[in-house]
C-alpha cells in the first residue's frame, strides 16, 4: 500500500522549488493524515519537522535541500515511494531542558541535537556541573559548555573538538567550548541516564543563555539537562546511507 505523503519545507529557495515540483508530481496532505512526512532543506528543516512529530512520532523522510544536511537524504525527483519504503530507520531520543532564569522564571524545551550553555557578554562564564547528584566541575570558566545526543555528536558538538557517538550507544557527549579552566578538561562521556546540573555562576555579572537546538532562553541562573525516554522519533534513511553509517564514516574523514 503506498504511503501517503505530506511535504515540508524550509524557506531555501531551493528547498520551495522541490516542494512546488513534488507536490505536482506526487500530491500533498496535511500532517496529521499522512503516514509520512518529507522534509525539504538542511538539517536546521529536518529538527523543524522532527519538533512537530513529538505527538504523533510519524516517521520523517528528508532531502537534502540545504547545506549541510547530516540528517537528510539525496534529493531526487524519481522513485520517491520506492525509497521511502525500502527506507531504514533510525530512532533518536530528545533531551529535556529545564532552565531557571535569574528572575526566577521557569523555562522548558526539547533539543533533539544539544542543549548549550553559552556567556552572553564578552565576560567568560563560570559553571559548575553536577552529574546524578555528584559535583563533577567546582567551576569551569569558559565560553560554554553542552551536553549532545548522538544525532547531535556530529554537529556543533565535533565543531567544538567533542567525540563522535554512534547512534545506540546510549551515551551523551559533555563538551566544553573554549574552556579557560581548567585548560585542558576536553569534557567527559556520560551514561544516556545520567542527570545534568550546571548552575551559572555570579549570573547577574556573567549572564550566560541556554539553547535547545535553536530554541534560546537568556540570563539563566541554573539549568538541568536528561534524556526523555518517552518521546521517541523516528527517521528514515535510503540502504547504506543510514545515521549509523554515516557517523562511522565522519570519524574516518579526514
Known sequence: MTAKLAFSASRRPEAQEALRVLVKR??????????????????????????????????????????????MNEYSEDDLHARIEAAEQAHLLPLEMVAQDIHGNEHRALAINEVSLLRQTSQTARLQITVDGRERMPELSCDGVMVATPAGSTA????????????????????????????????????????VMIKVIAPDRRPVSASADNQEVRDIASISIKEDRSLRLNLLFDPGHALDERILREQFSV
Open 26 to 71: 506526487f500530491g500533498s496532505i496535511p500532517e496529521d493524515e499522512a503516514d509520512v512526512i518529507v522534509a525539504l532543506g538542511g538539517d536546521g528543516a529536518m529538527l523543524d519537522t522532527l519538533r512537530r512529530r513529538f505527538a504523533d512520532r510519524k516517521p520523517v523522510y528528508g532531502m537534502n535541500r540545504g547545506t549541510v544536511g547530516f540528517l
Open 156 to 195: 556543533y558538538n565535533l565543531s567544538a573538538h567533542g567525540p563522535i557517538l554512534p547512534i545506540g550507544a546510549n551515551l551523551l557527549a559533555l563538551t566544553p567550548v573554549s574552556a579557560f579552566r581548567p585548560r585542558r578538561w576536553r569534557g567527559a562521556l556520560l551514561r544516556h541516564d545520567a542527570k
